[in-house]
């Protein structure tokens, strides 16, 4: 069964860094894309980041741009998202994701969870 | 990068169907055939339910339809259960972006 377990999530100030890493398992890792998605408290669900397979391309939600890194290291079967610049806004559960938003992301995390406060 | 619209919620009696709608633009629903539905229960990920529009993945009762009509996609819910309680988000991929999600619908199973 396909697993992928996310860590790296925790309590942090504003304006602080936090890093999620996200251990991917039972499939061919390489050979998927990856996406971050994100959910605060009691609200939706919100695409953060896009990876290809081959870190090719890569796209980011324009909330995010400019302060949040994804990247992968297919040698690892591993999924990172550098976080900079947090706000109290990007307090959320965050899931590793696999697969296309165009064609249905088929499996998820369960999540960690960024605290952003002082 | 504007999320879809969906009804806050939606009910149904065991048994009956239910139908939850997802409104976006030309630019999204009404130019792809990529809608995707995801089902979440507290606590719990999403799971995948119908993509590109009507297509289930494998173990997804067929219970569950989809179908999109211009700017709005569907899903149906037939044969309403009580483990169908859960809420749902749709997404659609908008072509220079990745793709959207709706704001969730919770069903409530009566």
């Known amino acids: 069964e396909v697993q992928l377990v996310e860590s790296g999530g925790g309590l942090v100030q504003p304006g602080g860094s936090l890093r999620l890493s996200c251990a991917a398992s039972e499939f061919t890792f390489s050979s998927y894309s990856m996406n971050w998605v994100r959910q605060a408290p009691g609200k939706g669900l919100e695409w953060v980041s896009y990876i290809s397979s081959t870190s090719s391309t890569i796209y980011y939600a324009d909330s995010v741009k400019g302060r949040f890194t994804i990247s992968r290291d297919n040698a690892k079967n591993s999924l990172y998202l550098q976080m900079n610049s947090l706000r109290d806004e990007d307090t959320a559960v965050y899931y590793c994701?696999?697969?296309?938003?165009?064609?249905?992301?088929?499996?998820w995390g369960q999540g960690t969870l960024v605290t952003v406060s002082s | 990068q504007s999320a879809l619209t969906q009804p806050p919620s939606a009910s149904g009696s065991p048994g009956q169907s239910v139908t939850i709608s997802c409104t976006g633009t030309?630019?999204?629903?009404?130019?792809?055939?990529?809608v995707s539905w995801y089902q979440q229960h507290p606590g719990k990920a999403p799971k995948l339910m119908i993509y590109?529009?009507?297509k289930r993945p494998s173990g997804v009762p067929d219970r569950f339809s989809g179908s999109k009509s211009g700017n709005t996609a569907s899903l149906t819910v037939s044969g309403l259960q009580a483990e169908d309680e859960a809420d749902y988000y749709c997404?659609?991929?908008?072509?220079?972006?990745?793709?959207?999600f709706g704001g969730g619908t919770k069903l409530t199973v009566l």
């Open positions: 994701a696999r697969g296309l938003l165009m064609t249905g992301i088929d499996y």
């Open positions: 030309s630019s999204d629903v009404g130019r792809y055939n990529y």
């Open positions: 590109e529009v009507s």
């Open positions: 997404s659609s991929y908008a072509g220079s972006t990745v793709g959207v």
